[in-house]
């Protein structure tokens, strides 16, 4: 079992920075692939940026060069720092963590006001 628990997000203006923070705990392999997602009202979810154990990181060109995904490996934790925020970046974020199956964690509100 495998549990993913979001923080960080909140009400921001455009132009600022917010934090999001993802705790997994459970069964836990060494070599997994974490990542951030989102999904804004009326869109699909899409990929925002993603981890891997060993540090590879990817990311969507919306935030490239404004968002920076790291973890700590031995907190099992990954962090979605969010600068220069847009009000297209508004969405509900999503944790996930992909080893042999893909887990969710439950969402993080992040409203970014012009």
């Known amino acids: 079992q495998v549990q993913l628990v979001e923080s960080g997000g909140g009400l921001v203006q455009a132009g600022g920075s917010l934090r999001l923070f993802c705790a997994a705990s459970g069964s836990i392999f060494s070599t997994n692939v974490m990542g951030w997602y989102r999904q804004a009202p009326r869109k699909q979810r899409e990929m925002v940026a993603f981890?891997?154990?060993?540090?590879?990181?990817n990311y969507a060109d919306s935030v490239k060069g404004r968002f920076t995904i790291s973890r700590d490996n031995d907190k099992n934790t990954i962090y979605l720092q969010m600068n220069t925020l847009k009000p297209e970046d508004t969405a509900v974020y999503y944790c996930?963590?992909?080893?042999?199956?893909?887990?969710w964690g439950q969402g993080t509100q992040v409203t970014v006001s012009s």
């Open positions: 996930n963590l992909v080893q042999i199956k893909t887990h």
């Open positions: 981890i891997t154990s060993g540090g590879s990181t």
